[in-house]
Nanobody
């Protein structure tokens, strides 16, 4: 069974930084393109950043230049370094493989709450 465990969220002031981690089971991590998503109440999850197993990255315009996604293949873990945080970045953040994320009913982790507020 696929496991996704997100961590690293918290309360941060505008302009601050956080680093999120997502530990995954090896069965999806080794070959999959992984992504970071976020969700606010009443809205669908949105894809923010993706990283291939080779390390190529892509970002949504809303976080480009502020967020950096990376992965440690030896640890089956991906990271999201978030800088210059804004109140509108407040959300629950999740990770998943891009291929699994589009499957209705696929499992997700518990997410990690990020709150940007003064």
């Amino acid at each position: 069974q696929v496991q996704l465990v997100e961590s690293g969220g918290g309360l941060v002031q505008p302009g601050g930084s956080l680093r999120l981690s997502c530990a995954t089971s090896g069965s999806i991590f080794s070959v999959e393109t992984m992504g970071w998503y976020r969700q606010t109440p009443g809205n669908q999850r949105e894809l923010l950043a993706a990283i291939t197993n080779g390390g190529s990255t892509n970002y949504d315009d809303s976080v480009k230049g502020r967020f950096i996604v990376s992965r440690d293949n030896a640890k089956n873990t991906i990271y999201l370094e978030m800088n210059k945080l804004k109140p509108e970045d407040t959300a629950v953040y999740y990770c998943n493989s891009l291929s699994r994320a589009i499957i209705p009913g696929s499992s997700w982790g518990q997410g990690t709450q990020v709150t940007v507020s003064s």
